[in-house]
Each structure stands twice: as C-alpha cells, then as structure tokens.
C-alpha cells in the first residue's frame, strides 16, 4: 500500500533514528488512529487543515517564545480565513500560539508548566525525546525550540492530531523535521524499546488504572540513563497518602490514584528509577487553566466548590501538580 504524503516525513524520521522494529506497525496504527468510522469529525478537521492559506516566504517562527510564533504577512482576508479553519479544531486546550497573525488562546497556559519543568531538564540538544499524551504538541514544539533532534508526540486524539497538523502547516520545516505525531498511546509503543533519551509523561499518570505499569512503560521507552519527567495530579501528606476519588475528581470520569510527592517517589523507585527528586510542586491556578473563545467549555473555576475553593466540587482537595524527574538505571 503507498504511504499518505502526509505521512512520509514520519516513515522517514523513523527510517533515520533505526526504529526498525517499530516502523512496521506504523500502517495499523495511524489506519487505527486515525479511523474515519470510529470519529466521525475527522473529515472536517482534516479538511479545514487542508484549507489553510499557503504561507509566505520568509515567515519567521520561534519555537523558544511563550507563544508558539509564526510570523508571517498575511492579508486581512488570509488571517480571517487562517482563523475560521483554527477554529473548526476546537477546543484548543494547549498553548499558546501566534500563528499568521491569529492568536490562540488555549484554555492551558502550558508556558507556565515549560518554564516549571525546563530548568531541571538534562540539556535537549540533540536528545531523541517521547512526549507521552502530549495533546496538539506545545510541548514538543518548545523542546524542538531547545535543540531537541528528535520529538515524537504519542496522544490516542485524532484532534489533536490535526491540531498538530495545523500548527505543522505555519512552523513549517523551521525546526529541521524534528518533531512528529503519532496518534497512538503508551502501550502502542513497542515492548523493550530502551531508544529515547528523555521520555516525558505529564497529565498521563492520573488516568491510568495502574500507574505502576504506566511507570514500567515509560521506563522501558527510556535508554540505559535516560531521563524521566513524570508531572501529575498529586495530594498534600506523606509516603502512605493516596487518594482514590472515586467515580470522579474535579468531574473527571477517568481519574484513578493521586499520591502525595513522597508516594510517587516511592513509586518511581518501585519501578525500578534512580536519582528521583521532585523538582517542582504548586496548587493549580485559575489563571492557568480556564475557558477562552478557544475553548468555551467548562475550565476548572466551574469545578471547585464555589463556597470553597481549596476543595472540589466532589469535596476532594482541588488540583495541585508536582514535577519529578528520575533516571533508568545504566
């Protein structure tokens, strides 16, 4: 079967970095993911990608700004176009961007966590990276900002697929072809891998059923010493504390074990990690995360007790996020 033009760039990089093992399975699993009859919107967000206005020559874009940056000089009516077609990918939930003269305003401030989480960072020059339910990419497109040569965004989410595709079609090839999609999840990911030198999961662990095998695959992702940075929903209280929510926390459905810091330390030396520190710790603000034009649903300030805002709305302490980083053994 002939390989999608869209889908060349990603056979090629996974050609390049000898991910033979794993190259076979890439037919199944962008079919799978990306399945018209499973979700039926995805004619409509691919579409829109396609209707995106050619660029420019010499548009700059800066992938190490606060907002994702493609400067390009469109006229009114490419900018109004640009803008309509973003907006049929709705909800953005990650960002910021400023592509073409339209400005994103996702309903994240993911800026604010990059900034958390790079100073604790191995240096990403060069480093082959795996982003764990990276949603449309931000993060991705700030690690290729820092010099990564190799990113690969794992997320299940045809959405956010085209998501990455539109903000692909802005960036361009600025950052050198080095950051893909693959709408596929962590246990998609082949067996024993041990290739990439920095996995990130952040968001991830919370919604899964069992985080110590979460952990296990992310470890076996990583190369001998490579670099772990898990960031997840955690609870105030010492190695014992754990949090069970029950049937849902700040109206999640599918949120599982939230552990105190000094629990998922435990965890991660359980998995098998080594040098596990937490690097960062913070309630979650309502400036960080709320509904925007872009994403005009329900943001946290609608699921926090409103007589009590320590507390959600189920009573559960209200969202707070540390940052760990830990290493795969040599």
Not at 215 to 224: F, G
Request: proline share 8%; net charge negative; aromatic share 10%.
């Amino acid at each position: 079967m002939p390989i999608p033009d869209a889908h060349r760039p990603l056979y090629r990089a996974f050609l390049d970095q000898g991910l033979d093992s794993w190259l076979a399975r890439l037919p199944e699993q962008l079919a799978r993911g990306l399945d018209r009859s499973r979700f039926g919107d995805l004619p409509a967000w691919e579409k829109a990608v396609a209707k995106l206005p050619p660029l420019p020559a010499g548009r700059e874009v800066r992938l190490d700004a606060d907002h994702v940056t493609v400067d390009a000089e469109l006229d009114a009516s490419r900018r109004r176009q640009s803008e309509s077609l973003l907006r049929v990918l709705a909800p953005w939930r990650k960002g910021p961007y400023k592509l073409g003269g339209v400005t994103i305003d996702t309903e994240w401030r993911s800026d604010w966590k990059w900034q958390r989480v790079a100073p604790h960072l191995a240096p990403l020059a060069g480093r082959r990276v795996l982003d764990v339910g990276g949603g449309n990419g931000y993060h991705a497109w700030r690690m290729a900002g820092e010099g990564a040569g190799f990113v690969l965004v794992i997320d299940p989410s045809p959405r956010f697929y085209w998501q990455f595709q539109a903000v692909r079609h802005f960036v361009g090839d600025a950052d050198d072809g080095a950051v893909h999609f693959l709408p596929v999840g962590i246990e998609d990911v082949p067996e024993a891998l041990a290739f990439f030198d920095t996995v990130f999961s952040m968001g991830v662990l919370y919604h899964r059923p069992s985080p110590l095998e979460h952990l296990a695959q992310l470890k076996a992702a990583l190369r001998p010493g490579g670099e772990l940075v898990l960031e997840t929903l955690v609870v105030e209280g010492d190695a014992t504390t754990v949090l069970l929510p029950g049937d849902r926390y700040a109206a999640m459905p599918n949120v599982y074990f939230l552990p105190s810091s000094a629990a998922l330390c435990q965890w991660l030396e359980r998995a098998g990690f080594d040098n596990v520190r937490v690097v960062d710790e913070a309630d979650t603000s309502l400036d960080e995360q709320r509904a925007t034009e872009w994403m005009t649903f329900q943001s946290l300030a609608d699921f926090l007790d409103p007589d009590d805002p320590t507390r959600t709305r189920e009573g559960h302490p209200a969202p707070r996020r540390a940052v760990l980083v830990a290493n795969r053994p040599r």
